[in-house]
């Protein structure tokens, strides 16, 4: 009851705002979108949609005066009377006439300049004005896809076909937000969703939010893929020169200073456009600027456009920004994708302090039945109207989500896919009941073939099912794997169960047990592939192989924000294998070395004998300073960039074959990003650990090392491997302390040197030191270039190593593949 009474509360204070409306053109009656228009010395405002149609709520009849701002054309201020409502208002504008006096411009006397130099000394005063706020927040957002291909690399692309028309257009997604924001510079932000709304998806939730976007130009830097330098950074005369267009003034008789902003370095991280400065208070008007994507190391995207529009309110002296859209234009592959964001932020209340309670590690969560909304509801408190494409797409959606839900579509969809092909065989084959939202998969043996000295040549396949619930997020999956040894002449197969119970912490079990070939170290650092080709091409067989029949249970859950523990036991009977194959396409002559790390000559002894082991281990993550959304369906954790992230683990052998196979071992690990301004990312993974009571333990058990004796590179970073160090040569059973440390420049070196920016790449500087007892340190050092390739693909990497030890210095490069991850 309390709750009902509460909810009919909040929706009587919403349909207590009502509208002035209307259409604002210029003086050809063409529409203007995005015009700026509020009640005048208030907070309350919104803008015009793209057909230049606009709802301006208040709250009371009586006296207004509305004021509709445009960049390019003279402000407006209308007084009216409201004796009911809608009011409808429509307004032409007029454009603005720009004054420029007769100037000389140089370098040493440029009057764009001192405006600019003025809004900089400015700045920290004119941020406090806005630096504590509650406001309401609106936002939407739509994706549209124009002329999709009907395939791309051979593979039909037909996901959209029931949002396009037949030029093969049309919008891909839309949704709106409606929430109350509480604000605290620099970046603390609370936000409660009142209203969510997902076309075609009834029960969805946007992810539009106020703290995505919080982009503030009184700031450094703008939070982007890189940190954009705003045009009144500290430094921005570095980045930008600026040209002063012409001034006007506005309603209140402030002179307006239109100043075009433009890159020194068309590579560099830089906007142009448009920046209005405001004379004496040097504050912002408005901002109208772009940016690519390569300047931005986003390179799918074209072009990024950000306009932001500013209202004055007499009585508190205030500039407050109220409107800012966000476009862009995208694309890969032939398909072609525009966006637009539209946010509004009105009500503005401002404080001159919160309590210390007031923001929490919950910055975003949504009310009851957000999602549930009616369109009278959205009607109501929607501040800018829905054009005519917008409407027409949330009823088609509407009425074509019902279709999708309903049995009979799901079946004959699944009829249509579950049909069995000529090659499914080699391929794989998926069955699915979307209805009843399961399915089981066959693998094939296409991406199963592979080639390593122990087993020859192997071919790999499973089975797989899995059933999730949507609304939940959580899911039941059970996966078997089969494969065969042709030279080794020997079958082995293992299973999992794996299940989710909730979004909320995370907790998962899961169940495991069968027969597999693992390579000794458990992180496999070697890729299937990397190995297979450096085999039969090269007669390099670095991967090292035992057999390991087992049972594992793994347990994991966060425990309270920010802290994770996963748990599991783990019992194995461990056999020692031998090299079965000689088979290469390499030259003869050349010896394959032994399955056996300690000695790669010696084909005849073991790394081990064969043994019986227990463990037990508990890992401990905690993410400092941990943020979260918590959304009906599940909590979403944001880490927290300012803290690094702490493992504590300890793992426990029992229960062995022997009494010298037992073992304790203790572990550490930290890892940090440090984002340093525009100068790139500094990245830190150190790692520690120690055993005890283990001088006799089995060579699995040892703590290994990824080296990397192949030049080939496959991560996105090379903060867990030793570039040329061999894969087994410093593996320990005492003490050790490893660093890994890279920092990517994010392009502020390469931007600025001629002929190397043209790569649009960025500088990758490394250091790597390991230390292990009964030997010298271990030290690597680094410099690469990232991010490198053709257009839009950069999934390439390329660097120089240099290694020490012993006195000895070892050279090498690496080619980075980053795509081998997601083959192996």
Not at 16 to 43: C, H, M, W
Not at 60 to 86: D, M, N, R, S
Not at 489 to 509: G, L, M, T, V
Not at 755 to 761: G, R
Request: aromatic share 14%.
């Amino acid at each position: 009851m309390k709750k009902n009474f509460l909810f009919l509360l909040l929706l009587a204070s919403f349909s207590g705002f009502s509208q002035i409306r209307g259409t604002v053109s210029d003086e050809k009656g063409t529409a203007l979108p995005f015009v700026n228009v509020f009640a005048e010395n208030t907070y309350n405002g919104t803008t015009t949609n793209e057909q230049g149609n606009y709802d301006l709520n208040i709250k009371k009849l009586g006296k207004h005066t509305v004021v509709f701002q445009y960049l390019g054309f003279k402000t407006k201020k209308i007084a009216i009377v409201v004796e009911k409502l809608p009011y409808a208002l429509d307004v032409k504008m007029t454009e603005e006439s720009f004054t420029l006096n007769e100037v000389v411009i140089n370098p040493k006397d440029n009057p764009a300049n001192a405006i600019i130099r003025s809004a900089i000394a400015a700045k920290k005063e004119n941020a406090e004005n806005t630096a504590r706020y509650k406001a309401d927040f609106y936002s939407r957002g739509i994706f549209r896809i124009k002329d999709a291909p009907k395939a791309i690399l051979g593979q039909k692309l037909d996901m959209f076909d029931d949002m396009l028309d037949s030029t093969r257009s049309g919008i891909l997604y839309l949704s709106e937000t409606v929430s109350k924001i509480t604000f605290k510079k620099p970046d603390k932000m609370q936000e409660t969703i009142i209203a969510s709304k997902v076309s075609g998806n009834d029960n969805g939730f946007s992810f539009n939010n106020a703290a995505s976007v919080n982009f503030d130009f009184y700031d450094n830097y703008l939070p982007f893929d890189v940190n954009v330098i705003s045009p009144i950074a500290d430094n921005a005369f570095n980045y930008y020169k600026y040209k002063l267009e012409g001034t006007f003034f506005d309603e209140n008789n402030n002179q307006i200073n239109k100043i075009k902003i433009t890159p020194r370095r068309d590579s560099e991280p830089a906007m142009q456009g448009y920046i209005y400065i405001v004379e004496d208070s040097w504050a912002i008007y408005a901002v109208d600027c772009n940016i690519k994507g390569s300047q931005m190391q986003s390179p799918a995207i074209n072009l990024l456009t950000l306009k932001q529009n500013f209202s004055y309110n007499t009585t508190t002296k205030i500039w407050v920004k109220n409107t800012q859209t966000v476009d862009f234009l995208a694309g890969m592959l032939g398909i072609n994708v525009s966006g637009r964001f539209t946010y509004v932020y009105s009500n503005f209340e401002f404080e001159p302090k919160f309590d210390k309670k007031t923001f929490t590690r919950e910055i975003l969560t949504f009310q009851e039945n957000a999602n549930k909304k009616d369109d009278d509801f959205w009607n109501t408190i929607r501040p800018v109207p829905l054009t005519n494409e917008e409407t027409t797409d949330y009823l088609k959606k509407d009425i074509l989500q019902t279709k999708k839900k309903s049995k009979v579509y799901l079946d004959s969809i699944d009829k249509k896919s579950n049909k069995i092909g000529f090659f499914d065989f080699i391929t794989g084959y998926t069955y699915k009941n979307s209805y009843k939202k399961w399915q089981i998969g066959y693998a094939g043996f296409l991406t199963g073939v592979s080639f390593n000295t122990v087993q020859g040549r192997k071919l790999n396949t499973g089975l797989s099912f899995s059933k999730r619930n949507d609304e939940k997020r959580t899911f039941t999956r059970i996966n078997s794997d089969f494969e065969y040894a042709f030279s080794e002449k020997k079958f082995r197969s293992n299973a999992s169960f794996d299940h989710k119970f909730n979004n909320i912490n995370q907790s998962e079990i899961k169940i495991s047990g069968g027969s597999s070939v693992s390579q000794f170290n458990s992180n496999d650092p070697i890729g299937i592939l990397v190995n297979t080709i450096s085999s039969v091409l090269f007669k390099d067989n670095y991967m090292k192989l035992y057999e390991r029949n087992f049972v594992n249970v793994f347990f994991g859950r966060e425990v309270v924000n920010g802290i994770f523990l996963n748990a599991a036991v783990d019992y194995s009977e461990r056999k020692p294998l031998f090299n079965t194959s000689d088979f290469t396409f390499a030259k003869k002559q050349k010896l394959y070395t032994s399955n056996n790390p300690w000695a790669p000559d010696d084909y005849t002894t073991p790394a081990f004998e064969k043994h019986n082991l227990v463990k037990a281990s508990i890992l401990a993550k905690f993410n400092f300073g941990q943020q979260y959304w918590m959304r009906p369906d599940g909590k979403f954790n944001i880490r927290n960039d300012k803290y690094p992230t702490l493992y504590f683990g300890y793992e426990k052998g029992f229960a062995g074959s022997e009494k010298k196979y037992e073992f304790d071992h203790v572990n550490g690990r930290l890892f940090y990003d440090i984002t340093v301004g525009n100068k790139g990312v500094l990245s830190m993974n150190l790692k520690a650990g120690k055993f005890f009571n283990a001088e006799s333990i089995s060579f699995v058990d040892y703590k290994h090392f990824d080296g990397n004796q192949t030049h080939i590179g496959q991560s996105e970073s090379y903060l867990n491997v030793f570039n040329l160090m061999p894969y087994y040569s410093h593996s320990t059973n005492d003490s050790y302390f490893e660093t890994h440390m890279e920092h990517n420049d994010k392009g502020y070196l390469m931007n600025k040197i001629p002929l190397l920016n043209k790569l649009k790449s960025t500088l990758i500087l490394g250091f790597h030191a390991l230390a292990v007892p009964n030997m010298t340190p271990y030290t690597e050092y680094s410099i690469g270039l990232d991010d490198l390739g053709f257009g839009k693909f950069r999934m390439f990497r390329l660097d120089y190593v240099r290694a020490y030890q012993n006195g000895i210095q070892t050279d090498g490069i690496v080619f980075g593949m980053k795509f081998l991850n997601a083959i192996d």
